[in-house]
């Protein structure tokens, strides 16, 4: 129950920022700097969503965590190409 | 459910498994081959290294990779007098005095790092315009950036009121353009500036032609690069991004339809944020600005 909620949770979260994130990515859309900042800022929260994820399910924290963040890592690193370096 | 296979021919039993490159594996209950740790792994090490690829190259080879416009003033005032002709004005005549002052003001936006008619220290349009030695009537000034073709710049001016009167007014009888390249706010940018102009003292008109003109200031212009940047980062995110999401998507597929419970994360999630990510690019890839 706990699990299910924190996913639905997750959820709302995850597309919550997103749409965010492309509002804003259209609104600063010629600044780099401000783009780069949302990025890692958005990439760490999914790294955060991970920990959170193994805490909240208490299972196989490790594989868990590690795949939120290379997940966050490699969608980071695709916005910083994206955005011209 | 466990996956049947084809036959015991150990070719075919490679070929069989193959497609766990792709799809979750119902027995080893993992993700797809290609999305597993090491993977992913992987493809953060291969974007690291492009990005270090695209920092070095554009510095030391300036020529190979790097950011191509294809703005040209002589297809700005081709397209400007189409715009005009259709309407039944005349056509504007290049003016050496507006090249100048448009030169002028987009290296005052690079060098001063301002995008505005009027500039931090409150020099205007008609300071340059004057500077450069046209006396006017009549003045006036568009402004684009980051558009990627000559067409889109002009359209764009027509589709906005304040823009389409500058461009389509009868008080005006010559132009002057430039497109220069450099960097504003820390971003790579190509600044088109158009200024109007009628003269107080009409010029005889020149010797030398309208085109000869623009092609004396196009040559000044940095030579364009063998590869364009721009694409080649849009292209790598939108196929890579596009490849990750379409694995998730599979994975997602494939383990509903055979009822494979696996240790991971959430897929859709995943696949949310993925797809933000290059909605937002391409959202960044919209054409440009007009001022």
Not at chain 2, 135 to 161: C, H, M, R, T
Request: with cysteine; net charge neutral; proline share 4%.
């Amino acid at each position: 129950m706990r699990s299910s909620l924190y996913e639905v949770i997750e959820y709302v979260f995850i597309i919550c920022f997103a749409i965010l994130g492309v509002v804003l990515f259209w609104f600063f859309r010629f600044n780099p700097f401000i783009l780069k900042f949302l990025s890692a800022v958005g990439c760490f929260g999914y790294v955060i969503f991970g920990v959170v994820h193994s805490v909240v399910t208490k299972r196989f924290s490790r594989l868990i965590t590690l795949e939120y963040s290379l997940v966050g890592l490699f969608v980071y690193l695709i916005l910083l190409i994206a955005i011209g370096n | 459910m466990i996956a049947r296979l084809p036959n015991k021919d150990p070719d075919a039993l490679k070929k069989y498994r193959f497609i766990y490159h792709f799809l979750p594996h119902p027995e080893e209950r993992k993700r797809a081959k290609l999305l597993l740790h090491k993977a992913l792994f992987s493809y953060c090490f291969i974007l690291i290294v492009l990005l270090g690829v695209f920092k070095f190259i554009p510095k030391h080879f300036p020529g190979i990779l790097g950011y191509a416009s294809n703005i040209s003033t002589s297809a700005l005032l081709e397209y400007t007098n189409k715009e005009r002709v259709e309407r039944g004005l005349n056509p504007l005549v290049i003016n050496e005095a507006l090249i100048k002052a448009a030169n002028e003001k987009a290296n005052s936006m690079f060098e001063n790092n301002y995008w505005a008619h009027v500039s931090p220290k409150g020099i205007e349009p008609w300071d340059f315009i004057l500077s450069s030695g046209y006396d006017y009537i009549y003045a006036g000034e568009n402004l684009a950036k980051n558009f990627s073709n000559s067409s889109d710049v002009v359209e764009a001016w027509v589709q906005s009121p304040t823009h389409r009167e500058n461009l389509l007014s009868e008080n005006y009888n010559d132009i002057g353009f430039a497109v220069v390249n450099g960097v504003l706010d820390g971003y790579e940018t190509t600044l088109v500036v158009q200024m109007f102009g009628q003269n107080r003292t009409p010029t005889v008109m020149a010797e030398v032609s309208s085109t000869d003109k623009l092609q004396a200031v196009e040559s000044t212009v940095k030579p364009e690069p063998i590869i364009d940047m721009e694409v080649v980062t849009k292209s790598i995110t939108i196929l890579f991004g596009g490849f990750v999401v379409t694995l998730f998507s599979l994975d997602i597929w494939y383990s509903k339809k055979k009822s494979i419970l696996k240790i991971n994360g959430h897929t859709f999630a995943h696949i949310v944020f993925l797809l933000a990510i290059i909605v937002s690019v391409m959202v960044s890839m919209l054409p440009g600005a007009i001022l």
